[in-house]
T-cell receptor, first 115, second 116 residues
Framework: EAGVTQFPSHSVIEKGQTVTLRCDPISGHDNLYWYRRVMGKEIKFLLHFVKESKQDESGMPNNRFLAERTGGTYSTLKVQPAELEDSGVYFC?????????????FGNGTRLTVT | AQSVAQPEDQVNVAEGNPLTVKCTYSVSGNPYLFWYVQYPNRGLQFLLKYITGDNLVKGSYGFEAEFNKSQTSFHLKKPSALVSDSALYFCAVRPHSGAGSYQLTFGKGTKLSVIP
């Protein structure tokens, strides 16, 4: 099966610009997650979709971040306007079940650099 | 809130020697524990998990981990290290239930270098 795919792999933008990250989960996986790793720090949870619904968005840092999952397939994460502290690697993950012990399948991540 | 500590930023081990990557956790109630590995320019790959039952769990590529409830630890081990094991290793925890039960909480990661 194809894995979780993320686009783009790298993005360099200037402060104040907008960037949209995309994630295509494994086909049939209803659960989709976004995580972020800021340089040198832990990987942090951002939000969780079940199909097209946001199950938990408690990790979203502020209202400059908007995640969508129209139709319950792929998801986008938009940062508008971007700030320097948004730089990091954004990971998407999916799982077939939403149970706590289902391992997540991660994409390769999008490395975002805000200058 | 849950937390994970990986006390070593880097672990160096000679090829063929046993390796241990340490992890301790804090969580309310019983934990689900995971180890993931990240190779350069790749995403995180699942290695193994502890749900319940036997404290010693076996995973991919010959890795195993031992759950110790009294010490709240979940150290990753392998009897004989390979150069190809060199990567970044992340320990993660999820609570069984309650707030945040779908959120994985990660440690900072430990870079493992296996020296030929």
């Amino acid at each position: 099966e194809a894995g979780v795919t993320q686009f783009p792999s790298h993005s360099v933008i200037e402060k104040g610009q907008t960037v949209t990250l995309r994630c295509d989960p494994i086909s049939g996986h209803d659960n989709l997650y976004w995580y972020r790793r800021v340089m040198g720090k832990e990987i942090k949870f951002l939000l969780h979709f079940v199909k097209e619904s946001k199950q938990d968005e408690s990790g979203m840092p502020n209202n400059r971040f908007l995640a969508e999952r129209t139709g319950g397939t792929y998801s986008t994460l938009k940062v508008q306007p971007a700030e320097l502290e948004d730089s990091g690697v954004y990971f998407c993950a999916s799982s077939q079940e939403g149970t706590g012990f289902s391992p997540l399948h991660f994409g390769n991540g999008t490395r975002l650099t805000v200058t | 809130a849950q937390s994970v500590a990986q006390p070593e930023d880097q672990v160096n081990v000679a090829e063929g020697n046993p390796l241990t990557v340490k992890c301790t956790y804090s969580v309310s109630g019983n934990p689900y524990l995971f180890w993931y590995v990240q190779y350069p320019n790749r995403g995180l790959q699942f290695l193994l998990k502890y749900i319940t039952g036997d404290n010693l769990v076996k995973g991919s590529y010959g890795f195993e981990a031992e759950f110790n409830k009294s010490q709240t630890s979940f150290h990753l081990k392998k009897p004989s290290a390979l150069v190809s094991d060199s990567a970044l290793y992340f320990c993660a925890v999820r609570p069984h239930s309650g707030a945040g039960s779908y959120q994985l909480t990660f440690g900072k990661g430990t870079k493992l270098s296996v020296i030929p």
